[in-house]
């Protein structure tokens, strides 16, 4: 026996698109369990009135509660200025240009999203345009604790900048005070105004609300557990959201000519995130298939998250075979994944008929960790299939745009008689008289 046929093949599904059950199968795939339930809306209900009613103090009190902490007041929650700088300065160097370099490409592609104001004037006179304004105040999660997402900060603090933003204002759990420097130097280089070691949803509630010492902001971005998304559902309307992110997702299509060793590899990043993270291979080489459940398998032992990828990869992974590419195509839009890895020997090819999908990786060599830490496109993508009318984040969520009119007095006039028409027909006759003031007799 060979060393490949004693290899135990890792638990994943693995699929025919012809097979009679397929469609069953994908719809278990790509069905998921609500970010929320009863109980969890319940205790965020409670904590949400509480930092409402109570401000700085219940803000405390629940960060004592649930972080382990043994604050007496807010001011010890608060991370001032030479703390980041500090931090900056004495994390390893290879670390901070690691940061800085990562922080320099992601502004560079952000600014080509900047908008900016313009106008015109049209054949009757009247001057049409739209005027970009950027948010005031916005607010950003970061997760925290013992896990360490300095990304997190570049990618959602950088583009807010780039757009213009006034003030961005940091939130970050640190369970048992413990908090990692490399975040702090990350706000430092990304230019974060004021950082608070709070998290979950009573963080939601105080950027939301306001409290006498983090005033409210206009928009609340960045990613976190159940509690922090049920705490962003419930605040929604008040302030902007990014999105109400679900589980990490990636769909490679391969050729079946790259190195499976590479494929494997890529399907686990994503699966190492938590056991609700979906990875999925998509390939009409069925024989690579094969190969590369051999890969994962041998593979999986040497990860450190490997219970949490084992995991990962039997609930929600998938190797499916397809009978031609442009299957596979269809397949990957009808999933629209947050991750999308066209692993081809020309992605150009595929590309046009790409309809849905957050980011997209094209070739074998580009490796979607690279878009979650340097490339510079946003990480902050659309799940559970929202892609198919969500875009990633980006300097864009942190502008508004106004409308811009104005009349001439012969304009006014020409287009005073055709509000007028429409508005008696809307039975609107205040709408159609105050247009009507301004035609010229």
């Known amino acids: 026996m060979s060393d490949v046929d004693s290899i135990k093949l890792c638990d994943i599904s693995v699929i025919d698109s012809g097979e009679d059950d397929f469609s069953d199968n994908l719809e278990a795939l790509s069905k998921w369990t609500s970010t929320s339930n009863p109980d969890v809306e319940r205790k965020v209900a409670e904590i949400m009135t509480g930092v409402r009613e109570g401000g700085d103090g219940v803000l405390v009190d629940y960060t004592n509660r649930f972080d382990r902490r043994a604050c007496e007041n807010i001011d010890e929650l608060n991370i001032c200025k030479s703390r980041l700088t500090e931090a900056l300065s004495t994390i390893d160097p290879a670390v901070r240009n690691a940061l800085e370099s990562a922080a320099k490409r992601i502004r560079d592609y952000h600014i080509h999203q900047k908008q900016e104001s313009w106008r015109f004037t049209d054949i009757d006179g009247t001057m049409l345009g739209q005027k ?89 971005v960045g990613p976190g557990n159940i509690y922090v998304a049920t705490a962003k559902r419930q605040v ?157 984040l980006g300097v864009y969520d942190f502008q508004k745009r106004s409308s811009l009119i104005q009349c001439s007095e012969q304009s006014a006039s020409a287009l005073g008689k055709i509000a007028s028409v429409i508005g008696r027909q809307e039975s609107l006759t205040a709408h159609a008289r105050s247009a009507e003031y301004r035609i010229i007799k």
């Not at 219970?307 to 009808?334: C, F, H, T, W, Y």
């Open 132 to 220: 970009i304004t950027p948010l005031d105040r916005v607010g950003i999660y970061v997760p925290g604790g013992k896990a360490c997402y300095p990304s997190s900060v570049l990618m959602n603090a950088i583009p807010a900048r780039v757009a213009g933003v006034r003030e961005v204002i940091m939130v970050v759990p640190a369970p048992d005070g413990f908090l990692s420097p490399i975040v702090l130097a990350a706000a430092a280089i990304a230019d974060v105004d004021k950082v608070f070691t709070v998290g979950g949803a009573q963080a939601i509630a105080a950027l939301a609300y306001g409290t006498d010492a983090i005033k409210k902001v206009d928009k609340i």
């Open 236 to 392: 929604f309307g008040l302030v902007g959201l990014d999105m109400i992110a679900g589980p990490s997702e990636i769909l490679v299509i391969c050729d079946g000519m790259t190195d499976p060793d590479w494929i494997a590899m890529d399907l686990f990043s994503q699966a190492e995130h938590d056991e609700d993270a979906q990875s999925i291979l998509i390939s009409w080489d069925h024989d690579f298939i094969d190969v590369v459940h051999q890969s994962m398998s041998r593979l999986l032992p040497e990860m450190e998250r490997e219970e949490i990828i084992r995991k990962s990869l039997a609930r929600k992974g998938a190797l499916i075979k397809v009978p031609d590419m442009l299957s596979a195509v269809e397949l990957s839009n009808q999933l629209a994944p947050e991750h999308l890895e066209l692993s081809v020997e020309n992605p150009d090819l595929l590309l046009p008929s790409i309809k849905n999908a957050g980011a997209i990786f094209m070739g074998r060599h580009t490796a979607e960790a690279i878009g979650d830490y340097c490339a510079g496109p946003n990480h902050v993508l659309p799940t559970s299939a929202t892609a198919r009318f969500s875009s990633p």
